[in-house]
């Protein structure tokens, strides 16, 4: 048995260690465009920043422990489905029994002229961070274009970089995907207390200079000098190859509850795969990473055979910056009929929101006051009325003690 | 207005010790200890101080200690600093000085006047780790004589009667005055041990009910709790005519320690103090006694034993006699250093006798009377160790009852403020929070290793005497001589001065 | 087969004192040192991974440890692989070397288990005193109010 993982980030971590749980023999191969040992693209950041030096996944070890074969450094092509071949870019090609297409997102890069200049950066890849670290000086005027996850994790890296800091975003608030106006407020100006512009409702029209860039054009008309890009818009399922083929794709590559797709044989999981969302009970592509890897486990799972169910997920987001932190999961902004409560402590920057229907919950924002939140991501996930204990889930140490007895005995005694 | 009381204690803190673990702010109820946030540092109100040892205990570094407050008034016999101090709490409430546990005044202790045999030479002792000894007990109105068939098999019918493995039983402390954590250690400590307790005043609560057959209910003057399932419930009945602590006096349960539960188990609305009156008011004469006891023995058809508990008092050998003839199966008499949950101080300190000489006259006189084996005769008094358990049943007891003794085996201190309802210890509480630090595990386990090593004791002092079975102790005042006793108190005892021949 | 750990810190609520004892002796354990009052000294000492409920007007109190689960959330949402199950025990580590203090893992744990240290800002978690090889809260418990237990092969 041979099978075939196209990818070597956290979903594929995942299906080695979901077949090894069952099938010790057969045969495992990891193809890679990127020439690295398999690591951790959050990590990047802290790289940049170098609060970490090692951003590996996984020990270094890990292919000969798992008794994998990696073959690092080389592109997918295409994939013959018929013939169960992987091509790669050398015309290699690689037989598979069972494949896993695990490629992940692709960095969303529009059509801005200039584009092309050096000193113009993505932000997912080693590969750009080592070369933004080059790029950047103390002092050095950066424009982050994106005010998303990955937008503001590079700009906490920059300023830890001593770097002078412009964030451009189309939406008229940052981290639009997990805060609604209220918090996100809350958090551009902790930010902009650190020196950063935030430059809302905007977009780069033109990226100007020389061989490298020296400045951008706003849409406003606004010029600012820069010594670096960085497009942080965001990541789209990276689904080109399969364009033409019979694999069924929507925005990312769809699968079931068994993270099967459309063709018998071909399993997808992680950033690219379009899995069940229990909150809206439709299929979506969630691009976290404790998705990834359990989309992995299970897709590895089933590949050898052993039949084991995904049921689903929902957004959920763990981030910080310097002294603020948020967590999130679920609705941002929810339809009419939803029950709201609400916490705003703004001498401490405490935030917290929470969305209900029926009993349920659909959604939170936490700023700065996240402790326990696993215990309202675990009552999401099965569905649990929360009606008698709602108001206590907006106080900071909400707890056990707050759910009724039963419930409370039964959760921490099994009983 | 300013109260002139001081602390009676001081804490000590050692600074190079203390980590600021705070658990001693979380742990006294009467919050002596606070946390200072700005200093970092925890500091001690030694006025409320009680000196129950919990924060010593508890302390992980051993850092704080519990003086007695070394403030000096000038040297007076007559005037001692508890006088004073008393003085100057009347003066600053107008009410009754209440307080809890036993008489700790300097009153004579006989039990520490009185001295054991041995055997030498002529009689040889016994080595109880191979000899069996026999400790049960029956405790029960006994038959005048028995009478055997030709078969050789007994006829005669008798009366109900409770056995015990050793003679000590745990005394009644009702639920309310001590926590239902108290309660269950003491009745499953008796489970495993094979003795009884009693359920005092309070009621059976729902939570004993797996202990009921080892539970002896009790039926005061209140009637807290008494129906016909109660009555029915226990092994054994005892109607409860006084206590030592206050004899005179009825029960008093404060208002603090009544909860849901409390009211639940005795029927009574919450937070009303529950005071039992002075006498039943059905009992006027000894008639009335005589005809409670067989009321109640038709209610549980004769198929337990019906006891009176009486406090020692003057008459009290008059007194026993009386209930004897009234039909009781077993006289608990409660000497005056008997504990209690909450009683005026000038009467738990003045009144009432020493279990010691009020056990041997009602002895001697029943004896005298020839009624002493119609009834069995439990002494009770703050009993501190075995010998004073076998000094009593030389004196003539049956069995003794204990309760200060069980107390402070669940980790009782004696600070004596059982009746502000704030124990530390979880025993004399009925807050929650307080409550759950008498875990009934543990506390059982120390209940029922007490009364192990008691009886270990006993054996070991019963194989010196040569004896190998309670029985032959039983009212032998041979075995104990008195030593710097008058002669009066001698002859109330009935004993001989250490030194005097057979 | 990966090897999973049976053993689980269990506290009664009904006689829990809330006396904090368990975090105070959880901080022992992790110092490195055998004296109370050293280690309470030190200038970065570690936080309590024990965590004790309780709350203003409530007499109900409990600790709470984490569960060494047989399906480990915090493991697969770690972005480092700080938290990891160690080969030999089956126990579900945190290796604070690597932890770059995202708080990924207090977002999925079911039980809330995990605490952010605050001075090393990183995820701080039993781990059943895997050093010592036996739970020093479980020991110094005065009320005996922690048991570890070890569960059936079969049950969560």
């Not at chain 3, 354990?29 to 030190?42: C, E, P, Q, V």
Request: hydrophobic share 40%; with cysteine; aromatic share 8%.
């Amino acid at each position: 048995m041979r099978y075939v993982i196209i990818g070597n980030s956290i979903a594929s971590a995942g299906c080695i260690e979901g077949i090894r749980k069952e099938d010790v023999g057969g045969e495992i191969v990891v193809i890679s465009d990127e020439p690295y040992h398999i690591y951790s693209r959050p990590l990047i950041s802290y790289w940049l920043s170098r609060k970490v030096t090692d951003i590996y996944y996984r020990s270094m070890d890990y292919y000969e422990k798992y008794r994998v074969t990696p073959i690092l450094g080389k592109r997918v092509i295409k994939v013959d489905f018929e013939a169960k071949d992987v091509i790669l870019e050398t015309n290699e090609l690689v037989h598979y029994d069972k494949l896993l297409i695990a490629t992940g997102g692709k960095p969303f890069v529009p059509n801005t002229p200039g584009a092309g200049k050096q000193n113009v950066f993505t932000f997912i890849k080693f590969d750009d961070v080592k070369g933004i670290d080059k790029a950047i000086f103390e002092g050095a005027n950066v424009i982050v274009i994106g005010a998303g996850l990955s937008g503001l994790k590079a700009v906490e890296a920059l300023l830890m970089r001593k770097c002078n800091v412009t964030v451009v975003e189309l939406a008229g608030r940052i981290l639009g995907s997990i805060l609604d106006e209220e918090g996100a407020a809350i958090i551009q100006n902790a930010l902009e207390e650190k020196g950063v512009r935030f430059f809302l409702e905007n977009s780069v029209s033109e990226i100007l200079g020389e061989e490298k860039v020296n400045k951008v054009r706003l849409k406003s008309s606004d010029m600012i000098p820069a010594d670096v890009v960085i497009f942080a818009i965001g990541v789209i399922p990276n689904v080109d190859i399969f364009k033409d083929t019979p694999l069924k794709i929507n925005r990312g590559i769809l699968v079931n509850e068994k993270m099967e797709t459309s063709i018998p044989n071909v399993y997808s999981a992680g950033d690219v795969a379009e899995a069940f969302d229990m909150l809206i009970g439709d299929n979506r592509v969630i691009p976290i990473l404790p998705n990834a890897y359990i989309q992995g486990e299970i897709a590895g799972l089933n590949m050898t055979g052993r039949e084991t169910i995904y049921k689903g997920s929902f957004p959920m987001n763990s981030i910080g910056f310097f002294d603020i932190h948020i967590m999130s999961a679920g609705l941002v902004n929810p339809p009419q009929g939803i029950e709201v409560l609400r916490r705003f402590q703004p001498d401490k920057r405490i935030y917290r929101k929470v969305y209900l229907k029926d009993g349920k919950i659909l959604g939170f924002m936490f700023i700065n006051s996240i402790d326990r939140t696993g215990m309202i991501v675990d009552f999401m996930k099965n569905n649990i009325d929360v009606s008698s204990f709602k108001e206590s889930l907006l106080s900071d140490n909400f707890g056990f003690l707050d759910l009724p007895r039963e419930f409370r005995k039964e959760k921490l005694l099994g009983v | 207005m300013k109260s002139l009381y001081e602390s009676d204690f001081l804490v000590i803190r050692d600074e190079t010790k203390c980590i600021r673990c705070k658990v001693c702010v979380r742990q006294c109820a009467n919050e002596v200890h606070q946390y200072d946030e700005e200093e970092d540092r925890v500091v001690a109100d030694s006025s409320k101080c009680v000196g129950c040892h919990r924060c010593v205990a508890l302390c992980p570094t051993k850092a704080i200690t519990i003086i007695k407050n070394p403030l000096e008034f000038r040297a007076n016999y007559q005037w001692t600093e508890r006088a004073i101090k008393d003085i100057y709490k009347q003066a600053e409430t107008g009410g009754i000085l209440l307080t809890g546990m036993g008489n700790d005044k300097n009153y004579p202790i006989y039990w520490d006047r009185l001295l054991i045999n041995a055997s030498q030479v002529t009689n040889p002792s016994i080595d109880p780790l191979r000899e069996p000894m026999e400790l049960k007990t029956f405790i029960g109105r006994k038959p005048e004589r028995l009478e055997f068939d030709s078969y050789g098999n007994l006829i005669t019918e008798i009366p109900p009667q409770l056995e015990l493995e050793v003679p000590i039983m745990f005394s009644a402390m009702s639920f309310g005055s001590i926590s239902i954590n108290a309660c269950e250690s003491l009745a499953r400590a008796s489970m495993e041990v094979g003795t009884f307790w009693n359920t005092g005043e309070g009621g059976l609560h729902k939570k004993l009910y797996p202990y009921k057959d080892r539970a002896i209910v009790q039926c005061a003057s209140g009637r807290f709790g008494v129906d016909i399932d109660y009555l029915n419930a226990g092994a054994a009945i005892e109607i409860k005519i006084g206590q030592g602590a206050k004899p005179g006096i009825g029960g008093h349960l404060p208002g603090e320690k009544v909860g849901e539960e409390v009211s639940k188990t005795r029927m009574i609305p919450i937070g009303t103090d529950a005071i039992s009156p002075a006498p039943h008011h059905d009992i006027y004469s000894i008639e009335d006694l005589r005809q409670l006891i067989y009321a109640l023995k038709e209610a549980v058809s004769y198929k337990k034993p019906v006891g009176v508990k009486i406090a020692a008092v003057h008459n009290v050998s008059a007194i026993a006699s009386g209930i004897a003839r009234a039909g009781a199966d077993f006289i608990a008499i409660d000497g005056f250093r008997g504990g209690t949950g909450a009683a005026p101080m000038r009467i738990r300190d003045n009144v009432g006798i020493p279990i010691e000489l009020a056990l041997a006259s009602v002895d001697t006189r029943l004896r005298e009377e020839g009624l002493r084996n119609q009834v069995s005769i439990v002494a009770a008094g703050s009993i501190r160790n075995s010998a004073d358990v076998i000094k009593a049943i030389a004196l003539g007891a049956d069995a003794v009852y204990i309760a200060t003794s069980a107390l402070v085996a669940l980790g009782c201190h004696l600070c004596q403020n059982c009746h502000t309802g704030r124990c530390n210890w979880g025993i004399a509480t009925q807050d929650p929070y307080l409550v759950k630090r008498l875990n009934p595990d543990i506390g059982a386990r120390r209940a029922s290793n007490l009364l192990r090593a008691w009886e270990h004791e006993i054996k070991e002092m019963l194989g010196g005497m040569g004896i190998n079975a309670l029985e032959s102790l039983r009212g032998n005042r041979l075995m104990l001589r008195g030593v710097g006793l008058n002669e009066k108190e001698l002859e109330i005892l009935g004993v001989k001065h250490a030194g005097e021949g057979i | 087969m990966e090897l999973k750990t049976k053993k689980r810190i269990y506290a009664k609520e009904d006689v829990c004192i809330g006396c904090h004892l368990c975090e105070i002796y959880c901080i022992l354990a992790h110092s490195g040192t055998k004296d109370l009052i050293k280690a309470f000294n030190r200038v970065n000492r570690p936080s309590p991974r024990v965590l004790v409920e309780e709350k203003e007007g409530y007499s109900i109190t409990f600790a709470l440890q984490c569960r060494h689960c047989d399906d480990p959330l915090c493991t697969k949402a770690c972005i480092t692989s700080a938290m990891h199950r160690d080969e030999k025990t089956g126990y579900i580590i945190c290796d604070e070397e690597k932890c770059v203090g995202c708080w990924s893992c207090i977002l999925v744990c079911p039980y809330g288990a995990i605490i952010r240290d605050e001075n090393k800002k990183v995820a701080s978690k039993c781990d059943l005193c895997i050093e010592s090889g036996s739970p020093i809260c479980v020991e110094n418990c005065p009320n005996e109010a922690l048991e570890l237990r070890e569960l059936e092969e079969d049950s969560k």
